[in-house]
């Protein structure tokens, strides 16, 4: 149906993509698997129009077609859903849908809607096309953009990591509906990281590392193994074992409150001992955010918080100095993009650089470039702004601020989301070092494999109640996945 | 053919790209003189004109003073991220502060000092207030500042016609002379007031200083850039937005002192005291880049506009606000510039 033929593609002096061929037949999956910035993104922008290889052709059907445009891409009949929902929050399911479609300057929503339904007989709706996008779960908007590809009639659909904001249940449900248009004879091509669906799902598998194919199997020979080794070139040492959580308890929170727009975070209870990492899952929006802010003291509370026996300070700076470190869920709020790498690693700690009332940034620098070795930071030299760093780099000058110092609790908020592979590993390594040193841990992921790795104890939030804990020997995913959809322990 | 960012042009292409907005900016504003019906050569030679002897430098320096001083506290204002609109009415808060002193406090060598210090602190009460309103209810300080402009500009009209007219200047409205000791002493025959010129470039180096060396500056980088961040660290928002305009607000009101006690020797009417100074200054600081020591290059550029504007309408008699044109042409192909830096054409097939 579809073939890529050594497509090449270069940035400036980056090889971003380098002589990849492809090949997907009608009525098949093939997934598309590597590591951030391997190039799947380069790949798939060429296919549907937004960049133009600098070598090799692509084929549609055995002509040698040229893809100038996204617009010409669904008129060939390619169509990209596209990993975040591309969607106007204001306008209805319709209107949004309408979009995709050429429609007279005036209509009346009624003929629009029975146009649609028209276009996409056949398709099961799953949404309320009259409903307001804003109103909808990620799953449904992204029903809604799988719907708006299927409008075009499309003959190779392209789904760009579809399942990074969705459930597990919702997942196995866009899974099923994967199968369906497979089974009508669509060609699918199937981006992802991770390992665990593209096993379920695929039906051949090409792996791309550092914008080269490094391999593709069919999926009757895969195993995560060899997937590993072909994605990040060698193989993963097994996750260190996380030793028992001591006796000393650090943290104890009872009956905290947290209002918010919408319903509250209530009903949290929980202790936390030295050594300890307490996981918390729910579905994105369920009220982990505020959460962590109101425990990171950015955000009020009422209910009783007790911090190695002591009140707890409720202000970020207290906080810092009493040994509560805080990865924010946002990287953004973590740095400050313009200031140069040794500013950001002393953004909490700069006070200590002070001589006589000026900031002493040759100290801060030598300190810098301390961390930077320690904790592998790749940048060319500490005055670097961090906005030239890439996520996984920022997130390690984060965890060297944050970590600095040996803080006593540790509140982590998706703290490896984005990133790689190596650079999650590593991130798990650093948490682990800390947790091993006697620091307790508050783990908030959206990773189910991350929480159940790590924790010792997991727990859900569901419409801002939290459920749980229960210790992590009796929780496996599906447990943990009804915990965060019907709140039930 | 497409666009596409940019994200770290060569320095090159950086200077290629200003120089053609600065020629087309150029090229426009020879389009202009040559509708009016003015030899456009014959205007550029005018607007560098002062450039040309000491007379004009010295009219170069005079108008640099008070936008040294104010530019410089907008750099800091505008990197902590309060946008402060009303230099101008702060500069006449200044005046009006000068002037008290000057007119109704017993005249000695304290004279001078206690006119800045009561100028430049009725200045930071006026952006104060402004800040205030912001981190107590939220108020949008372009809005209470610009507005604030009026108040004053009303104030000094209101005490020159009234309570503060001179009693031998007849139908004139404005004060009495102020006596020696509330007059700066000048640059020979020009109207330079030095000692306020020094307090300007001492306001860059400081602020320059305070800004990239110290525990404070290091806070006001933070929340100006990333207000979030700041929210994170726990850094005091509130407080250190309203320092930074406490001190835009001193400096503009210093400068307004300047330009009572070492140019008009009395209160007049506003229009008269200030040229747009406090909104010229915008543009010093914008072109600043939140930098207040290049405040120090980017204020006489501006002063040099300035007077190069007075030539232009003494010879050509075209309006004054001609330099508006001069400036706003500069400023928006100074913009262009910075946008097409950080654009690249990307050829395709």
Redesign the interface.
């Known amino acids: 149906m579809l073939k890529l033929e050594n497509i090449t593609k270069r940035f400036g002096s980056v090889v971003a993509n380098r002589r990849i061929t492809l090949e997907v037949a009608r009525g098949e999956v093939l997934a598309l698997l590597g590591e951030n910035g391997a190039g799947k993104t380069t790949l798939v922008s060429i296919l549907y129009g937004l960049y ?1 290889p600098d070598e090799g052709r692509i084929l549609l059907e055995g002509q040698e077609v040229r893809i ?1 445009s996204p617009k010409a891409a669904q008129r060939l009949g390619i169509a990209l859903v596209p990993q975040h929902p591309e969607l106007i929050e204001a306008h209805t399911v319709a209107e949004n849908l309408a979009l995709g479609l050429d429609l007279p300057l005036a209509f009346s929503r009624r003929a629009l809607v029975r146009r649609l339904a028209a276009l996409l007989e056949g398709h099961p709706l799953g949404v309320d096309l009259e409903a307001p996008v804003a109103r909808l779960s990620a799953g449904e908007k992204q029903r809604v953009e799988l719907l708006r590809a299927l409008l075009n009639r499309p003959r190779v659909l392209v789904l760009d990591e579809p399942t990074s904001v969705l459930t597990p249940k919702e997942a196995e449900g866009l899974f099923q509906e994967i199968r369906r248009l497979k089974a009508l004879g669509l060609a699918v091509i199937f981006i992802s990281h991770k390992l665990e669906e593209v096993l379920a799902i695929a039906d051949r598998i090409a792996v791309l590392r550092a914008g080269e194919k490094v391999g593709e199997v069919w999926r009757q020979e895969a195993d995560k193994d060899l997937l590993v080794r072909l994605m990040v070139g060698r193989s993963l040492a097994p996750p260190p074992k996380v030793p028992p959580p001591r006796e000393e308890v650090v943290l104890e929170v009872e009956d905290l409150l947290v209002p918010r727009h919408g319903f509250p975070v209530q009903g949290v209870s929980f202790t936390l001992r030295a050594g300890e990492v307490l996981g918390i899952a729910g579905v994105a929006g369920s009220g982990q955010a505020e959460l962590v802010q109101a425990l ?3 955000r009020p509370h009422q209910g009783r918080i007790r911090f190695l026996g002591k009140p707890w300070p409720r ?6 100095r009493q040994g509560v470190a ?1 990865i ?1 869920e ?1 990287r ?8 140069s790498v040794a ?1 950001n690693l002393a ?2 700690t ?2 200590r650089f ?1 001589r006589r ?3 002493d ?1 040759r100290a801060m620098e030598m300190e810098a470039e301390g961390l930077i070795q320690r904790y592998g930071i790749r940048t060319p030299s500490p005055r670097t702004p961090v906005r ?1 760093l890439s996520g996984g780099n920022v997130q390690k000058v984060i965890l060297a601020r944050e970590l600095w110092g040996g803080p006593r609790l540790l509140l982590a908020m998706h703290p490896t989301y984005g990133l790689d592979v190596g650079a999650t590993e590593e991130v798990h390594g650093r948490i682990l070092e800390l947790v091993q040193g006697g620091a307790a841990v508050l783990l908030v992921s959206e990773d189910l494999d991350e929480i159940l790795a790590l924790s010792h104890r997991v727990a859900a939030l569901y419409h801002g109640r939290f459920v749980g804990p229960v210790l992590r020997e009796e929780a496996d995913r599906e447990r943990l996945g009804r915990m965060m959809t019907e709140g039930r322990v | 053919m497409r666009w596409e960012l940019d994200p ?1 042009p060569s320095p090159w292409k950086v200077f290629l790209a200003y120089s053609l907005f600065v020629a087309l900016a150029l090229l426009l504003l020879g389009l202009l003189f040559r509708l009016y019906g003015v030899s456009p050569l014959k205007a550029y030679g005018l607007l560098l004109s002062p450039l040309g002897d000491s007379l004009g430098l010295a009219e170069v320096g005079r108008r640099t003073i008070p936008l040294l001083l104010i530019g410089a506290g907008l750099a800091l204002a505008f990197r902590v991220g309060f946008f402060n609109i009303g230099a101008e009415g702060q500069l006449l808060m200044g005046a009006v502060g000068g002037t008290y002193v000057a007119l109704f406090l017993p005249p000695g060598p304290w004279t001078l000092p206690l006119m800045f210090l009561l100028g430049g602190g009725l200045g930071a009460v006026w952006s104060g207030l402004a800040a205030w309103l912001r981190v107590r209810f939220g108020a949008n300080e372009i809005l209470t500042t610009l507005m604030q402009n009026y108040l004053v500009y009303y104030l000094v009209v209101y005490l020159v016609a009234g309570p503060w007219k001179g009693q031998m200047v007849f139908g004139f409205l404005y004060t009495d002379r102020f006596p020696p000791e509330a007059q700066l002493p000048r640059l020979g025959d020009t109207l330079v007031h030095w000692p306020t010129l020094l307090l300007g470039i001492a306001a860059a180096l400081g602020l320059q ?1 305070l800004l990239f ?3 404070l500056g ?1 806070e006001w ?2 929340l100006g ?2 207000p ?2 700041a ?4 850094l005091k928002g509130g407080r250190l937005i309203l320092l930074a305009a406490l001190l835009s607000g001193f400096l503009a009101g210093l400068a307004g002192v300047g330009e009572v006690a070492g140019i008009h020797l009395r209160l007049l009417e506003p229009a008269q005291i200030s040229l747009g100074y406090g909104f010229t200054a915008i543009l010093v600081a914008w072109l600043a880049r939140g930098r207040p020591l290049w405040a120090l290059f980017t204020a006489p550029l501006l002063g040099l506009i300035l007077a190069g504007g007075d030539a232009l309408k003494l010879a050509l008699s075209m309006p004054f606000r001609v330099v508006d044109v001069v400036a706003g042409l500069l400023l928006l192909s100074l913009i262009g510039a910075e946008a097409l830096s950080q654009r690249r054409l990307v050829w ?2």
């Open positions: 133009a100038p990171a003291g950015l202000d970020p700076m207290g906080l810092f805080h924010p946002e953004s709020m973590g740095v400050v993009g313009g200031m500013e953004l909490r700069y006070p002070v009332g000026l900031l940034y030239f | 770290s200083l060396r110290t525990p290091f980088r933070v850039e990333n979030e961040a929210r994170y660290l726990g395709r097939r």
